[in-house]
T-cell receptor, first 114, second 111 residues
Framework: DGGITQSPKYLFRKEGQNVTLSCEQN?????MYWYRQDPGQGLRLIYYSQIVNDFQKGDIAEGYSVSREKKESFPLTVTSAQKNPTAFYLC?????????????FGNGTRLTVT | GENVEQHPSTLSVQEGDSAVIKCTYSDSASNYFPWYKQELGKRPQLIIDIRSNVGEKKDQRIAVTLNKTAKHFSLHITETQPEDSAVYFCAASKGNTPLVFGKGTRLSVIA
């Protein structure tokens, strides 16, 4: 069953701690993305990667970091520098070819920082 | 960069009526416009998309129209049903750049 797996579904952390959200895909997609979703704000792009060992900042990258060491994996670290980390985080992948292609989303991780 | 505006933010319709959600985009080079449906607590799922070489696309009760001159595109849902209740997002992109999303429309279909 191909798809994108995000874990865990719920995550709780104390303020000042770094936390890493997992994202794995077995769709053989080249591109992977992290979006943040807040009520009434839509989906905002944090980071994206179009190929292994390369990634670019999105619109709200401050306080986040990523790595892309394998095609299947694109973990997101929420650092203590992120001022308001409590949110719903969505990982997605796509197979851009000769033009844009639709995103396939994981089920998301809801992070709560207190 | 691209900016996508979506209206309305909330929409209530009676079951069986039509619903229309509108989006505008700023970058005239954008050429791909998908629509996603997100049910409560679930992932966004693609329901229909359109590319800039097409003016209209239909899939059963769902249709999307694109006006490149005015830089706006719309989602039309006919004969709405309670299971259509969800948050709908429009998005736009060009080439292989990441999608830019609108802020979403919460659609409520009242039985």
């Amino acid at each position: 069953d191909g798809g994108i797996t995000q874990s865990p579904k719920y995550l709780f952390r104390k303020e000042g701690q770094n936390v890493t959200l997992s994202c794995e895909q077995n769709l053989n997609h080249d591109a992977m993305y992290w979006y943040r979703q807040d009520p009434g704000q839509g989906l905002r792009l944090i980071y994206y990667s179009q190929i292994v060992n390369d990634f670019q900042k999105g619109d709200i990258a401050e306080g986040y970091s990523v790595s892309r060491e394998k095609k299947e994996s694109f973990p997101l670290t929420v650092t203590s520098a992120q001022k308001n980390p409590t949110a719903f985080y969505l990982c997605a992948s796509s197979r851009p070819g000769q033009g844009p292609s639709p995103l396939h989303f994981g089920n998301g991780t809801r992070l709560t920082v207190t | 960069g691209e900016n996508v505006e979506q209206h309305p933010s909330t929409l209530s319709v009676q079951e069986g009526d039509s619903a229309v959600i509108k989006c505008t985009y700023s970058d005239s080079a954008s050429n791909y416009f998908p629509w996603y449906k997100q049910e409560l607590g679930k992932r966004p799922q693609l329901i229909i998309d359109i590319r800039s070489n097409v003016g209209e696309k239909k899939d059963q009760r769902i249709a999307v129209t694109l006006n490149k001159t005015a830089k706006h595109f719309s989602l039309h849902i006919t004969e709405t049903q309670p299971e259509d209740s969800a948050v709908y997002f429009c998005a736009a992109s060009k080439g292989n750049t990441p999608l830019v999303f609108g802020k979403g429309t919460r659609l409520s279909v009242i039985a």
